[in-house]
């Protein structure tokens, strides 16, 4: 509690936190506010007017109705990425660094040889094997199992080191097994820790999502942020000065991502007290 | 073995692991692409047999087979059942195949510029991309570092602007970054071309008014990488210096009374190492960044290679393109970590009492 009034006082934090929270928020209501419409309602690349606030796409659909779609499934992509990294590389990290021996030796040794093999690469190989049934929540997936790597790495250095500390030899010696000492005396301790490395690992499945979607092999059954830039793109809208076309999106998601690392660096602030003045 | 020579000894170790790594990268290149169902030969068939008869399309699609090692092929025929159809090769077969393809440098013919061999395709693209990303890496780097010491150093009003400004910067995707300079510089001011890597009339030379020209659609990409890159490199830098300006040594130091440029001196290179480390581990998602760059400003490197094999279905051009960029990403790996070796003084000390890592 102490650590969130902290936080509360940086306003880094709170400026995360507010941006970030009304990403979500707009991805909650605007349907509600706005009728989502995925049919024309105009002429192609009409710009912003009355009927249709931010323009029209090529197609002629409102591109106030894409933009909150794609911002829904950004955020769909970024929590399932960061839920599915977060806990693979969490659980294997801890088990790894408390465990140490062969079990040890083996997740260092997939996760080294996984980590420098380039995500996007993996991605890129798997989602331009599948020509149908590219599905959001696939593409979800496959970011969160080819990234769960450097959490593994992180997470295992932190446990690494507190296994040696008195507190888990005591449990040890009062009789806890190897789980309840992993999850009484491990886990509270590398909280904040892997809190940050699940904020971090949000913006980095939205940015691999829009990544992937740019360069043309996004997910079918839906818009997202990044099949809008691909779009307008593919129809030249960036030469020809159509900034209704990319502006919002981008800025969304710049906005989502400077907020997470908002949240991210202020936290490393208050967990950290030297980075504190 | 190799007591004596402790520093080959690391080398040896560091070659042998990234060899290791590089054959899982080419299991992984050789079977992700095959998950699908579809099969290459399929769908290439599906667009480009229209039009052919019956003939030329069973010629063009055994040649195609043939190609992709689909097939059994014995002294360049292909095997043939009772029937005369080709006999099909099994994953194995091919795994194999591929295997000893890859390590005589063939990377099998583009689809969509057939005959052409993925591997000239490649070589055409790739000095561009190195042309690109090796300044501005490197530059990005020592850029960032150096103004995140700074920042560490001297707080105040310089780090209050400077931080949130990297960190805005370094936040930005790659290919945001990219599309806003194109359409602010390109499009509305019209200060720079939004796309290409050199004006277009222009025949490839080493003619001063060719390297003019490309110098000039340099400025736009190479900015749009280096920002994010340096941004980003600071952040990190200037945590690691405010981290190493609590320690004793820097505090001795400061007692000492010693001149602020030879403080900032030790600093950096002491905060530095976990940066180099960091560079090793970042390395993939900059040159998967910058290759998305390439895309956005049809810059003929790799990047704009990989799109165009994208949206061609060139299968043989991706998984080359894949390999080549993991090839890339693990020789620079290894790098900084031999610079590491060199540099760090508990990996040397490790290395002298013989322990290796």
């Not at chain 1, 996004?218 to 830039?229: K, Q």
């Not at chain 2, 720079?192 to 060719?210: H, L, R, T, V």
């Not at chain 2, 010693?258 to 002491?270: D, P, Q, T, V």
């Not at chain 2, 991706?318 to 080549?324: K, M, P, S, V, Y």
Request: proline share 4%.
């Amino acid at each position: 509690m102490k650590i969130l009034k902290n936080l509360l006082k940086s306003p880094m934090f709170v400026t995360g936190l507010v941006l970030f929270l009304a990403t979500i928020i707009l991805a909650l209501i605007g349907p509600y506010v706005h009728t989502i419409t995925m049919e024309r309602v105009g002429p192609q690349y009409a710009p912003p007017a009355a009927q249709y606030l931010l323009g029209t796409d090529d197609l002629g659909r409102d591109y106030v109705s894409l933009l909150i779609r794609g911002l829904r499934s950004s955020l769909y992509v970024g929590f399932l990425a960061g839920i599915i990294a977060t806990t693979v590389g969490t659980l294997l990290g801890i088990y790894g660094g408390f465990k140490g021996g062969w079990i040890d030796d083996l997740i260092n040794m997939i996760t080294n040889l996984f980590i420098v093999i380039p995500s996007f690469v993996i991605l890129i190989l798997i989602s331009s094997s599948l020509k149908d049934g590219r599905s959001l929540t696939l593409i979800g997936l496959i970011i969160g199992m080819t990234t769960w790597t450097w959490s593994a790495r992180a997470v295992r250095a932190q446990s690494a080191a507190l296994k040696s500390k008195d507190h888990i030899s005591l449990a040890k010696i009062n009789g806890d097994g190897t789980l309840a000492v992993i999850v009484k005396h491990i886990l509270p301790y590398l909280a904040s820790y892997v809190f940050m490395v699940f904020i971090l690992q949000v913006a980095s499945g939205i940015l691999s999502e829009a990544a992937i979607s740019m360069i043309g092999l996004g997910p079918l059954d839906t818009v997202s942020l990044g099949t809008i830039l691909n779009q307008a793109k593919n129809n030249g809208a960036l030469g020809d000065g159509v900034w209704w076309a990319f502006i919002p999106s981008t800025v969304i998601i710049t906005v989502i991502v400077f907020a997470l690392y908002l949240i991210n660096t202020s936290a490393e602030g208050a967990f950290n007290p030297r980075l504190r003045k | 073995m190799l007591k004596q020579y402790p520093t080959l000894r690391y080398i040896l170790q560091r070659g042998g692991w990234y060899f290791l790594t590089f054959l899982v990268a080419v299991t992984i290149n050789f079977f992700l692409p095959r998950l699908g169902a579809n099969n290459p030969v399929d769908i290439i068939m599906g667009k480009s047999a229209s039009g052919l008869s019956a003939e030329n399309a069973r010629i063009k699609e055994e040649s195609y087979l043939k190609e992709f090692g689909l097939v059994k092929v014995d002294k360049g025929e292909i095997v043939r059942n009772a029937e005369g159809k080709p006999v099909k090769a099994s994953g194995l077969e091919q795994f194999a195949n591929y295997i000893k393809m890859c390590f005589k440098g063939d990377l099998g013919t583009s689809f969509q510029k057939y005959p052409k061999k993925v591997l000239d395709v490649i070589a055409e693209a790739v000095p561009w991309t190195i042309a690109l990303q090796l300044p501005t890496i490197l530059f990005g780097w020592i850029i960032g570092n150096v103004l995140g010491a700074l920042a560490a150093y001297r707080r105040g009003v310089f780090d209050r602007v400077f931080f949130p400004v990297a960190l805005l910067i370094s936040s930005f995707p790659f290919f945001v970054f990219g599309m806003l300079l194109v359409y602010y510089f390109a499009v509305v001011l019209n200060w720079f071309p939004a796309m290409g890597g050199y004006a277009q009339e222009i025949i490839p030379s080493f003619s001063f008014e060719f390297l003019r020209s490309a110098a000039y659609y340099y400025v736009l990409p190479f900015f749009s990488i280096f920002l994010i890159l340096a941004g980003g490199q600071a952040i990190g830098m200037r945590s690691m210096g405010i981290y190493e300006l609590g320690t004793d040594y820097i505090k001795y130091a400061k007692w000492l009374g010693l001149k602020e440029s030879k403080i900032i001196a030790y600093l950096f290179r002491n905060a530095m190492l976990p940066q180099l480390t960091g560079l090793a581990l970042s390395l993939g998602t900059m040159i998967s960044g910058a290759l998305i760059t390439e895309m956005i400003f049809s810059y003929p490197g790799l990047g704009m290679a990989i799109l165009t094999a994208i949206q061609n279905n060139d299968y043989p051009m991706i998984q080359g393109c894949t390999l080549l960029i993991t090839i890339s990403v693990l020789i620079a790996n290894f790098t900084v970590d031999i610079l590491i070796g060199f540099l760090d003084p508990r990996v040397k000390a490790g290395l002298q009492i013989g322990k290796g890592n």
